[in-house]
Nanobody
Framework: VQLQASGGGSVQAGGSLRLVCAASGRTFSNYAMAWFRQVPGKERGFVAGINGNGRSKKVGDNVNGRFTISRDNAKNTVYLQMNGLKPEDTAVYYC??????????????????WGQGTLVTVSS
């Protein structure tokens, strides 16, 4: 599967953005999907994940209550709605997919497909 992430940009603290990850392929519902983020000098960290049928969702503690992940399998698309953005949310955001697991995985090593990343910048 190929992943294309979009929706990043610059926003002031407290604002919102919606990231979109469009996937190619015919069996999108077989993939657990996730968003990770990375800042220079740090490891890529889990943001949110969703299983293949969309019934199981996980979010990281640092974005819980502000970010929401969803998917539309008919459109081969995953979304990350980010509200209440903070300067510490500034990062490159990557969408990822795995067909090795049906449930959401928190570590990036379990994902075998990655998008190109989209930059989110939050100013104070």
């Amino acid at each position: 599967v190929q992943l294309q992430a979009s929706g990043g940009g610059s926003v002031q603290a407290g604002g919102s953005l919606r990231l979109v990850c469009a996937a190619s392929g015919r069996t999108f519902s077989n993939y657990a999907m996730a968003w990770f983020r990375q800042v220079p000098g740090k490891e890529r960290g889990f943001v949110a994940g969703i299983n293949g049928n969309g019934r199981s969702k996980k979010v990281g503690d640092n974005v819980n209550g502000r970010f929401t992940i969803s998917r539309d399998n008919a459109k081969n698309t995953v979304y990350l709605q980010m509200n209440g953005l903070k300067p510490e949310d500034t990062a490159v955001y990557y969408c990822a997919a795995t067909d090795r697991y049906t449930s959401v995985q928190y570590r990036d090593i379990f994902y075998n497909y990655w998008g190109q990343g989209t930059l989110v910048t939050v100013s104070s």
